[in-house]
């Protein structure tokens, strides 16, 4: 995949991820602590939107016409696999929901960002592994809710 289409494939996915965490701040609005959490990650998640849209752009107005180890159909499954959960549990326990979106951020999304560090430009590698660790901190961020809910 071109890196261009891979950075518009992977502005879907954080968007997302954005919706989802949306989703369960209002699902868990009595409960402070996950509504708290929940409301921070998609804020994150949408910031790491826009910034890998600019980094799109970027590639775009440059024509960088470099091949990326990353394939459509496993983003495309992400984003199913979230609506999918949203459709099949309207009122999930929190455990589900935390267990969930851990492992979307340490599953596919996490690879898909591995593979495009592995092979990018030196110019995008920089701003890849900032995005492998701001995935990482969002799993630790889930990690540290669950803990405090004694959940998992």
């Given at each position: ?17 954005a ?23 998609a ?70 960002y ?39």
């Amino acid at each position: 995949m071109l890196v261009v289409d891979a950075l518009a494939a992977l502005v879907e996915v954080e968007q997302a991820m954005a919706v989802y965490y949306r989703w369960l701040a209002e699902v868990f609005e009595g409960d402070p602590d996950a509504r708290a959490c929940f409301r921070e990650l998609a804020d994150q998640e949408q910031s790491h939107a826009t910034q890998i849209s600019l980094q799109h752009r970027m590639v775009r107005s440059a024509k960088l016409t470099d091949e990326v180890e990353l394939e459509r159909a496993k983003i495309e499954a992400v984003r199913t696999s979230i609506a999918r959960f949203r459709e099949q549990n309207p009122e999930p326990p929190l455990s589900h929901a935390v267990l969930f979106a851990a492992r979307l951020e340490s599953g596919e999304i996490e690879q898909a960002y591995r593979n495009l560090l592995n092979t990018s430009s030196p110019q995008l590698a920089g701003f890849v592994k900032g995005m492998i660790r701001a995935d990482e901190k969002h799993a630790e961020k889930l990690r540290e809710l669950m803990a405090k809910k004694k959940v998992g």
